[in-house]
């Protein structure tokens, strides 16, 4: 079996694949993960993913490798119209919470596949349209107060205490944890061929 390589430094994502993906080696790269919001929110999304993809290999790590498949990705919460990225601060994380209650929100991760044998990459963008309850302040405080929101794009990680403040999601669970795994899982099936 060919090494399968997770371009990424995001615990969620690893918990994920490990799952499914026995011998996972993890190769994060650090580059700018700016969206250009002068592009179509869907195409920023895998252009991130996909740079993410292209600088790992094109460094010097993955010529340890000879024969490999990597997936790299990067997740946002989009809201009318505004990315909501990781908080730069508390006070930001809260006033992006109180933002989300009692709104539709969408999380979009974009997805970069490489197959090394034939040099070929694959994206995607999944998007899951995430509902929030109305929240109390007291609600928001006690929750960014208990959790890394400094970590997590829109300030909340499905996977925490944070599921509280949803009433319903519709698309994939885990693309709000940070990964389409039913995608992710066929593709690797067609790609293993």
């Not at 209650?101 to 034939?118: A, D, I």
Request: proline content about 3%; glycine content about 4%; aromatic content about 8%.
């Amino acid at each position: 079996m060919n090494p399968f390589i997770l371009v990424s430094k995001s615990p969620q994502r690893r918990k994920l694949l490990s799952q499914t993906e026995t011998g996972l080696i993890l190769e994060p790269v650090s580059i700018s993960e700016k969206i250009d919001l002068d592009m179509n929110i869907d195409e920023a999304i895998v252009q991130v993913s996909k740079d993410k993809m292209e600088f790992f290999v094109n460094s010097e790590a993955a010529r340890k490798y000879l024969d490999f498949l990597a997936l790299s990705a990067d997740t946002l919460v989009w809201f009318q119209g505004q990315h909501l990225g990781k908080p730069k601060d508390l006070k930001e994380a809260f006033q992006t919470l109180r933002l989300l209650s009692g709104q539709t929100h969408e999380v979009k991760t974009g997805v970069c596949l490489y197959q090394s044998r034939t040099q070929r990459f694959v994206t995607h963008v999944e998007t899951t349209q995430v509902h929030f309850k109305a929240l109390k302040d007291q609600e928001i405080q006690s929750y960014i107060e208990s959790d890394d929101v400094l970590s997590r794009a829109g300030s909340y990680g499905i996977q925490t205490s944070a599921r509280d403040f949803i009433l319903k999601y519709e698309g994939s669970l885990t693309n709000v944890v940070g990964l389409p795994m039913e995608w992710v899982t066929e593709k690797l099936k067609e790609l293993e061929k």
